[in-house]
DNA sequence: CGCGGATGGTTACAGATGCAACGAACCGGA
DNA sequence: TCCGGTTCGTTGCATCTGTAACCATCCGCG
């Protein structure tokens, strides 16, 4: 309060930049919002691969990338794997499963877990979507200079760590 | 088309690894995987601040922050530089509305605009939340070496470049 | 004027998402 | 053997989100 405005109607111009000290957040430069708009940015353009192609949603397409690179695991494994939500992973795998990508066996030894595995359908589907990944990422990084990047790498590395757990 | 993929039928043990050459995708080192890793992570991290303290959600915040910053503005102008989808804004701005932290005036030489801006008590907020959100960043930041920093900022940079348009 | 075509903004609707609660199965101790 | 405390995974529900359709208004052109 006391701040500097004439209250009143006082046709103020615009506020902002004029308001004291530094007061202000400049939201472009903001961590936590170009982080998020960079996701974005990139999920909604590399989702078009796995959508547009596979009608795979994105819990879908991890839980297949997980899947393809681990081989055999549980529901489980996947969240800690993939990073998602419980209700997500069970979901995906619903779905993968309904379309035949993934058959699921129960553990005999411990009759709560299911064993996950890609059938062949799935493998297929998999090996396509490898390449087209990849190619997806490097054509992105090929419009970064080398500096840059290593920069990206490290960075992204430094602020990995920082948030661990 | 063309691809090397053996279509053979091996009886593969556990998959993964072992199958052939790069045909495994390493999602832990995928961009789009890490960076959205990255800022879910901080997101859910920095949400306390203006949630639990503020009852606001994500795209509230957004646009209380982006009004905080640029004064009074269209709500199409919100959409711009929160790059946030046009619903999106349009229901955060009604909430904060409702929550008396923002006013509209209908622009006088085009009825179809409104001009937005913040309230005293939305100016408030916003005041107060300024100095909580650069506390956050900046301890994010100091878990960081001099040189990671430096890294990020630079590969962030180059990747809002690169991404564009 | 009088239209067709843009533009600002809201809303109906269908999907996606997370939380919390749940059932089933396991585990260890009395 | 029985029981409480856990873990695996699913589901009900309330919320959030984007797409598309919509209304109101504006603009340009004949």
Redesign the pocket.
Known sequence: MATNEGNGKAAEGKRGELAGLGEVLALETFLPYRLNRLADAVSREFQKIYKDRYGL???EWRALATLGQNGVM???AICEHSSM????V??A??ELERRKWLTRTVDGS?????LLSLTRAGEKTYRELVPLAKAFEDALMAKLGERERAALGKGLTALETAIGR
């Open positions: 949603t994105r819990p549980t529901a489980t939500h419980k209700t997500k069970s979901r795998v619903a411990d009759r709560r877990v299911e």
